[in-house]
């Protein structure tokens, strides 16, 4: 069964540094998004993309944060300049589209930063 | 704006025992609803989904969920609890006319006694 995946699973980095976290969706999905989740924390919509364009953001995704579709099969987090609230289990999502297509979310990348 | 309730951040069962766990909704339109499982360091994977076709949704592990508009509900059963059914649980909801993102609940953790 096709799924999606992220790489690296864990990143360390240092505060003010810049990250990438990296996502290669289901192949056929339309939809991408990125959630994040704090240790012991509900899972957080940050932003959903389509088209090659952010459709929608939630109030976490600031200018520190951007998304990229470099090529026809990865979809990038980017996280310009990390702070230790950024500590967090970031998971990739795609769907084939719309409102009631289930998500189908990646193993997640835990991303400390100290 | 939709939202999801989840009662109780933690429910204990002895293997063989019914398992429920609740949700509650709040949406201002007829809502998409769904259940998501997390394994611990894994993503999230797809349980079940409501999209208005039935009330009483069968999904996979032998979980199930019925959907009650009169109640906002849509709780997660399993007539007998198996140890590899201990996880975490949560509720999503996803609104038409949006961009398929999903909002979370809390999440439930199961705990399987044997």
């Known amino acids: 069964e096709p799924e999606v995946t992220q790489t690296p699973s864990h990143q360390v980095t240092q505060m003010g540094q810049e990250v990438i976290l990296r996502c290669v969706p289901i192949?056929?999905?339309?939809?991408f998004y990125w959630y994040r989740q704090i240790l012991g924390q509900k899972v957080e919509f940050l932003v959903s993309?389509?088209?090659?364009?952010?459709?929608?953001k939630s109030e976490i995704f600031d200018d520190q944060f951007s998304v990229e579709r470099p090529d026809g099969s990865n979809f990038t987090l980017k996280i310009r300049s990390t702070k230790l609230e950024d500590s967090a289990m970031y998971f990739c999502?795609?769907?084939?589209?719309?409102?009631?297509?289930?998500?189908?979310f990646g193993n997640g990348t835990r991303l400390t930063v100290t | 704006a939709q939202s999801v309730t989840q009662l109780g951040s933690h429910v204990s069962v002895s293997e063989g025992a019914l398992v429920l766990l609740r949700c509650n909704y709040s949406s201002s339109v007829p809502p998409y609803l769904f259940w998501y499982v997390q394994y611990p360091n894994q993503g999230l994977q797809l349980l079940l989904k409501?999209?208005?076709?039935?009330?009483l949704v069968k999904g996979i592990n032998g979980f199930e969920a019925e959907f009650k508009k009169s109640e906002t509900s849509f709780h997660l059963t399993k007539p007998s609890a198996h140890m590899s059914d201990a996880a975490e649980y949560f509720c999503?909801?996803?609104?038409?006319?949006?961009?398929?993102?999903?909002?979370f609940g809390q999440g439930t953790t199961l705990q399987v006694k044997p």
């Open positions: 409501y999209t208005s076709a039935a009330t």
């Open positions: 192949s056929n999905h339309l939809y």
């Open positions: 999502a795609s769907s084939e589209g719309g409102y009631n297509s289930p998500l189908h």
């Open positions: 999503a909801v996803s609104e038409s006319g949006n961009t398929g993102k999903l909002i």
């Open positions: 993309f389509y088209n090659n364009e952010i459709s929608e």
